[in-house]
Structures are given as structure tokens and as C-alpha cells.
């Protein structure tokens, strides 16, 4: 990293990879020991107002933009410098942006007393090119103007999970354990924002020491990019997040649209028939019903998995669609994905060797999604308008699904053709005239007979007796209107 010989020289204008990275190292007790060096004196030689650091130039970009429309005000951001607030250091912990004198001695007496303790000091640094700070509104070229307090703020929200999830226990064994100081230097082509720390009592917990009894120094490297990735996301301006989030959304759409259409077309036309019938017979048979890809990131093609054979005429069959009827659409889905890769290039650096791009995990995972999509309709039956309804009202589903398969379709007429789900287009089956049969038919007719002519000897009882109640009711009505 270049020295500039000022301040605020940051360099603008290079190949965006690697905006924000956060490299790391540590220093034992012993190996300082051994060079004579205290932990302490980082304070006052390296960390200390000089060469390196200025407050001068701390203003917030936005009181920077006010006070150019309001020629009048002569005093924008003054009262965020540390020269305003009585306080005469730009070191900050968790409890201040710009440290007091008297909070310096503390620190540099806790740093000492961590080092006699034998613990590890941690250093780490943000880096952080000029083109990023511009894009979000943190510096201005033209001025070198640079909003301090806000870098400040950031990296004091984010330190907490170094000392709690970076190490196999927290760091610290109480809420003051961990002794920390932050610092920002200017005087090279990027931003570096330093942070030093370290556990203040002596370490005992086996969990974190080596063999040897000295304290564990290595972080777990996961932890160490979430907390760029929050700290770069704090900072991030509203436009750039949003910019991320129209790519986001985009490889969404896309995605949903190829898993539609392809379900779509495989159902309705017959040029993808075979394909289906491949892979249908290629499912293990004792699976039936529960068919998927299984929990896996993709498709699994060599035979470690049961469902091998069926994944790998799967990927057969999209690879097809994806040349022919559903090129372009997987195109556009395949372009929003590499759009994200280059973003994530400028703000993480170039990939390591081996490492999975962003664009082919999400090429992955529509090849799965779809995967699954497919075998679902060959896992279940068929179901009417009104069976799906009262379904869907039983689950207390309000959406319909984005796809339903037609009962004449290809996946319905493949799991007929194979003796799977509802055989609603099976001729009913006949009995053959054979003597035998036709004593059973005789027999039942002539009971069916006797059984009608039974109930109409009932019925016909039945009414006599409703004529004859109505008969003496009449009678009864007469006789009683003589009497009256």
C-alpha cells in the first residue's frame, strides 16, 4: 500500500475489486516480550495524533453539501470535531469517537496489563479504496473531506461480534474483559481503519489455549467476512443497496418464470415426452410417491446418490430446453446473475482458486428447483379445481400455486402409462359370458324380482291403510258437526 505524503490522497479511478477488505494478524506476549515491545506503546508511537492521522478534514458530507448552498455558514460539522468537544485525541473505543488524555493512560494501562497476562493482541484492519468512499457519500475529492465520525460509528457496532463468535467461547469472561481501540490513517492511497485488541485477564479456559498454555491467536475466517460484510453494509449509501437489490430481484423474476414455463411446456407439448418418460424410469421404484433431489445445493449426478440416474437424464433434459424454446429467458437469467458477480468482484476482490461463483450457485439451484418441480408432478395425483380449493382452505392457502398440471397432460398420462395415480380414463370392465356367469346374472335378476315385487306389495299396504285413516277421519268430522 502506497504512502501518499498527505492526507486524504486516496486513490480514485482504479479497477474496482476489493473495496472494503479486512486483513488480519496477531502479536503474543511472549514473541513482544521477547523484542522488548509493549502492547501500550501503540498508544503514543503508532496510534497517536501525527503522521498519520488528522481531524482536521472530519466532516460529514451532507453538512458538506448544506454549506455550499448556504454560502452564510461558516462553521458547518465544527461541533463533531474533537477539537470542539474538549477532547484532544481521534483514537475511539466503544465509548467514544475522540479519546480524552486520561482515557489514553487507561488504555495503554490495560494493554499493558493484557500483555503481562500473557494474552494474544489482535490487529485488524479495514481497507478501504477511494472510489467506494466517494460512491457512498463518505468523501469528497474535491475538499478531502472525509466523515470520520460515521467509519467510527460502524466499527464500533461491529467489534462485539470479533470478541464473541470469532473464538470456539467469547473472548472476554465479562462485559469489560476485552480492552480495544480504533483508529483511522490517511496518509496512504486507501483508508485503513486499525483496530486493535486484546482479553485483558489471564487466560485459563482450555478451550482457548494451546497445548502449550498460550492463548489461541487465529480467528475463524467466516466470522471475520460477516463482520466486513456488516460493517460495509452500515455504510453503504441507499442507492447501492438498492442497486444490489434490482439484481437481486431480477435473477427472482427470471427464475420464476424459467420454473413456470418449463413445467408448462413439458406438460402441453409432446416434443419433451421421451425426456419425461427417461426419467421417469429411472426413479427408484421404493421411493415412489417421495421422489426430490434431496438436501443437496444441486443436482447430484455421480451414483453416490439413488437418485443419480434420474438427476442426470434430468439435467439432459434442461440442458436441451435451455438450448432450444427456453434460450433466451435462461440467457437473461444467466446475464442478471453475472451482473452480480461483478458486483460482488468490486466489493470482495477476485475469487479464491476453487471457489464457486455466485452465478453458477444460482444456476444450481434453478437446475434443483426445477428438478424438484418436475418429480413433484410425477409424486402427486392429480387434483380437480375444487379438490385444490377445499385443500388449499384446509392448509389455509390463499394463493393458488404459480403452475397445476392438466389431467390429459404428459405428466398425468406418464404415471398412467406406468400404473401411478387416478386411472379416471380406464374402461370399466366387462364380464365375460361364460355359463357360470350367466347362472349368477339369472340368479340375481330373479332375486332383484322378488325383492321389487315385495316392495310393491309393501307400498301397496302402505296406502290402504293412509285411505282408510283418511276415511274414518272424514266420519269422525261429520258426526261431530250433526252434534253441534
Do not use: C
Not at 8 to 37: D, H, I, M, Y
Not at 187 to 195: F, G, K, P, R
Not at 229 to 239: A, H, I, M, V
Amino acid at each position: 500500500m502506497a504512502k501518499t505524503g498527505g492526507f486524504a490522497n486516496f486513490s480514485t479511478g482504479e479497477k474496482r475489486t476489493g473495496e472494503v477488505l479486512l486483513p488480519t494478524k496477531f502479536t503474543t506476549a511472549s514473541s513482544a516480550n521477547q523484542k522488548g515491545k509493549k502492547f501500550g506503546n501503540l498508544v503514543r508511537t503508532y496510534a497517536a495524533k501525527a503522521g498519520k492521522v488528522s481531524d482536521e478534514n472530519n466532516y460529514a458530507i451532507d453538512d458538506i453539501s448544506a454549506a455550499k448552498i448556504d454560502d452564510t455558514n461558516t462553521s458547518f460539522g465544527y461541533g463533531s470535531r474533537f477539537s470542539a468537544t474538549g477532547d484532544t485525541n481521534p483514537l475511539f473505543d466503544s465509548s467514544t469517537l475522540n479519546m480524552t488524555n486520561e482515557e489514553m493512560d487507561t488504555l495503554e494501562n490495560r494493554l499493558n496489563n493484557a500483555q503481562q497476562n500473557g494474552n494474544v493482541l489482535h490487529e485488524m484492519a479495514f481497507s478501504i479504496r477511494g472510489d467506494w468512499l466517494v460512491e457512498n457519500g463518505l468523501f469528497d475529492p474535491e475538499t478531502k473531506q472525509l466523515d470520520q465520525d460515521k467509519l467510527k460509528r460502524a466499527e464500533q457496532h461491529v467489534v462485539k461480534d470479533l470478541f464473541d463468535k470469532a473464538f470456539p467461547l467469547p473472548l472476554g469472561e465479562s462485559t469489560d474483559d476485552v480492552v480495544w481501540f480504533g483508529v483511522i490513517h490517511q496518509d496512504t492511497d486507501h483508508l485503513n481503519m486499525h483496530i486493535w485488541y486484546a482479553k485483558e485477564s489471564k487466560e485459563t479456559r482450555p478451550q482457548m489455549m494451546h497445548k502449550s498454555g498460550e492463548p489461541k491467536g487465529v480467528i475463524d475466517f467466516r466470522v471475520k467476512k460477516q463482520v466486513e460484510s456488516k460493517f460495509r453494509y452500515e455504510l453503504e449509501s441507499e442507492s447501492v443497496k438498492l442497486k444490489r437489490a434490482n439484481v437481486y430481484e431480477a435473477v427472482g423474476e427470471y427464475r420464476s418464470n424459467l420454473k413456470h414455463n418449463t413445467l408448462l411446456m413439458l406438460d402441453k407439448t409432446n416434443k419433451y415426452v421421451p425426456d419425461l418418460q427417461k426419467i421417469f424410469e429411472a426413479l427408484p421404484e421404493d421411493l415412489r410417491g417421495r421422489w426430490k433431489v434431496g438436501n443437496t445445493d444441486r443436482l447430484v449426478t455421480d451414483d453416490k446418490s439413488r437418485m443419480a440416474p434420474a438427476n442426470r437424464a434430468m439435467n439432459d433434459l434442461l440442458n436441451k430446453m435451455f438450448q432450444d424454446e427456453l434460450k433466451d429467458d435462461y440467457q437473461e437469467f444467466k446475464n442478471s446473475t453475472y451482473r452480480m458477480d461483478n458486483l460482488m468482484t468490486q466489493t470482495h476482490g477476485q475469487q479464491h482458486k476453487g471457489q464457486a461463483k455466485w452465478s453458477e450457485k444460482q444456476d444450481d439451484r434453478l437446475r434443483k428447483e426445477l428438478a424438484n418441480g418436475i418429480y413433484r408432478q410425477f409424486n402427486e395425483n392429480f387434483k380437480s379445481e375444487n379438490q385444490k380449493e377445499n385443500t388449499d382452505n384446509k392448509l389455509g392457502q390463499t394463493k393458488p400455486t404459480s403452475f397445476k398440471k392438466s389431467e390429459d397432460g404428459n405428466f398425468e398420462k406418464i404415471r398412467r402409462d406406468h400404473g401411478v395415480g387416478n386411472h379416471h380414463h380406464e374402461p370399466q370392465k366387462r364380464m365375460k359370458a361364460t355359463p357360470v356367469n350367466v347362472q349368477k346374472l339369472n340368479r340375481m335378476a330373479k332375486q332383484m324380482m322378488q325383492e321389487s315385487k315385495s316392495e310393491m306389495k309393501r307400498m301397496r299396504k302402505l296406502a290402504q291403510e293412509v285411505e282408510r285413516t283418511n276415511y274414518d277421519q272424514s266420519v269422525s268430522d261429520e258426526s261431530l258437526s250433526h252434534h253441534i
